[in-house]
């Protein structure tokens, strides 16, 4: 039990948890457990939701205390343990709750034994610890999903940038790098709708409005990579979430524009999957911390 610790990935609408071998940053096999949560649900469905899903893990694991390292998206105060998401379709009814309290409440265990990180620097943590990123000296890591994350890990120690809030193309660069962008952009250029990134996909090969979108996205991502390694200067570039698996699509095409920019950075995808953030989240649990709460 003393290097066993409970990984928890919230998402925007799923929670999954799984035992974490934080010694050898490595899933306890067959511990996994996941749930899709109506993230407009009240806090009680919320907060139920996800102490099912922790509960089932925990239930897998010998009698005896527990501690928890919970991955979880922002804003939030993950010093004290509550959310600060607002305004933002997802999570709205636990705004001001000290999300800490209420889970060990629950759980019944102290609130020293749940740690909460970033989502996004979770991910990261794990891929450089476990992954795509094992064995480099600095790694840069970006989630492509619902929207976008950005992290740096320089000497096994990873910290959240939020790059998804700077200023872009007029915007910021979630605009421009979600699943919401490649919905609106090819809703524009071709008057009709996809559900996601991956339906858009397979349009590639036949429908000329998908290309055009895709080459938008291309130009889009290597600009915003372009800034960021320059700025960071890393070994390696790791590139996850739901819309790196559509990689082959995009990524030769970025690789090609950042080395005609004389960027040597390696660019990869993720390997770990969810795995990457239950990993990541338990950093602190580790016998030598990756990282330390305030």
């Not at 600060?84 to 379709?89: A, D, K, P, T, Y």
């Not at 996809?194 to 291309?218: G, R, S, W, Y």
Request: proline share 4%.
């Amino acid at each position: 039990m003393d290097r066993t610790v409970i990984g928890v990935d919230i998402g925007g609408s799923h929670i999954t948890a799984a035992a974490v071998d934080v010694a050898a940053g490595t899933i306890v096999p067959g511990s996994m457990a996941r749930k899709h949560i109506n993230s407009s649900g009240s806090a009680e469905e919320i907060l139920q939701g996800w102490l099912e899903v922790i509960g089932e893990v925990r239930s897998s694991l010998p009698a005896g205390p527990v501690k928890v390292g919970i991955a979880m998206p922002g804003p939030f105060d993950y010093e004290n343990g509550i959310s600060r998401i607002r305004n933002m379709n997802k999570y709205e009814s636990i705004y001001g709750l000290n999300i800490r309290e209420a889970l060990a409440e629950k759980l019944n265990i102290s609130g020293t034994a749940i740690s909460f990180r970033n989502d996004a620097e979770s991910y990261l943590a794990g891929e450089a610890l476990s992954g795509a990123g094992r064995g480099y000296k600095k790694v840069l890591g970006i989630t492509l999903g619902t929207g976008l994350g950005s992290a740096v890990c320089e000497k096994g120690v990873t910290r959240d940038v939020n790059l998804g809030s700077s200023p872009f193309k007029g915007g910021i660069a979630e605009d421009y790098l979600s699943t919401r962008w490649f919905l609106k952009a090819y809703a524009e250029r071709s008057r009709s709708q996809v559900k996601n990134v991956k339906e858009l996909a397979k349009l590639i090969d036949t429908d000329p409005n998908a290309n055009l979108v895709m080459q938008e996205f291309v130009q889009n991502l290597a600009a915003f990579l372009l800034d960021f390694i320059s700025k960071e200067n890393p070994d390696v570039v790791v590139i996850g979430g739901n819309i790196s698996k559509a990689h082959k699509l995009f990524l030769p095409d970025v690789k090609a524009i950042l080395h005609s920019n004389s960027i040597k950075s390696e660019l990869v995808t993720a390997t770990l999957g969810e795995a990457a953030a239950l990993i990541g989240a338990t950093g602190c649990w580790r016998p030598q911390p990756e990282y330390l709460p305030k």
